[in-house]
């Protein structure tokens, strides 16, 4: 049973830059793709980027500009995105996918950032 | 982008009933399909993946069917422990991974 633990700061002002991490317990990185998706208050999910297996990273063209994911360490992975502004305030989540399918098996526990001066 | 649609946005089912959830794809995507559920304050759980097949651990009361672009959630008796938000996603064509805005699912 992997287990996705999450970290980093929950309060920022605007133009501030988002850090958060992820470490994995029970897998190392190569084993499998890593998300992270967000989910503004009251609202739906949205995929922020993933690095894959191979160490690949796919980005959501929406954000493209302004977001990092990078892998830390065999079992750690981070998510950066810069100049933030109270449209991104959300709960961020770490999620594991398969190699070669997308579905999203096993989710960190989600932490709540908010944008506000 | 493929985008997801999900019909109705609240669903309301007496308990024991049978809860049909919809979703849509703009375009085919085959079997790639997953559902999750997700409660209050919780993060998503995986429910189905591939269309159909259950996820670890899910009750067998959930199903999923559909291909191309119709797809289809059912809970064949609801229990009040179902009561959440469930979300349909693709994963055919990606970037970016694409979820549906989400069917709330209350008890009448």
């Known amino acids: 049973q992997v287990q996705l633990q999450q970290s980093g700061a929950g309060l920022l002002k605007p133009s501030e830059t988002l850090s958060l991490t992820c470490g994995v317990a029970?897998?190392?990185?190569?084993?499998?793709?890593w998300s992270w998706i967000r989910q503004p208050p009251e609202k739906g999910l949205e995929w922020i980027g993933e690095i894959t297996h191979s160490g690949n990273i796919n980005y959501n063209p929406s954000l493209r500009s302004r977001v990092t994911i990078s892998a830390v360490s065999e079992t750690q992975f981070s998510l950066t995105l810069n100049s933030v502004a109270a449209a991104d305030t959300a709960v961020y989540y770490c999620?594991?996918?398969?190699?070669?399918?997308?579905?999203?098996?096993?989710w960190g526990q989600g932490t709540l950032v908010t944008v506000s001066s | 982008e493929i985008v997801m649609t999900q019909s109705p946005a609240t669903l309301s089912v007496s308990p024991g009933e049978r809860a049909t959830f919809s979703c849509r794809a703009s375009?085919?995507?085959?079997?790639?399909l997953a559902w999750y559920q997700q409660k209050p304050g919780q993060a998503p759980r995986l429910l189905i993946y591939g269309a159909s097949t259950r996820a670890t651990g899910v009750p067998a009361r959930f199903s999923g069917s559909g291909s191309g672009t119709e797809f289809t959630l059912t809970i064949s008796s609801l229990q009040s422990e179902d009561i959440a938000v469930y979300f349909c996603q693709q994963y055919k064509n990606w970037p970016p991974i694409t979820f549906g805005q989400g069917t709330r699912l209350e008890i009448k």
């Open positions: 999620a594991r996918g398969g190699k070669m399918r997308r579905f999203l098996d096993s």
């Open positions: 029970g897998v190392s990185l190569s084993d499998n793709s």
């Open positions: 375009q085919s995507i085959s079997n790639s």
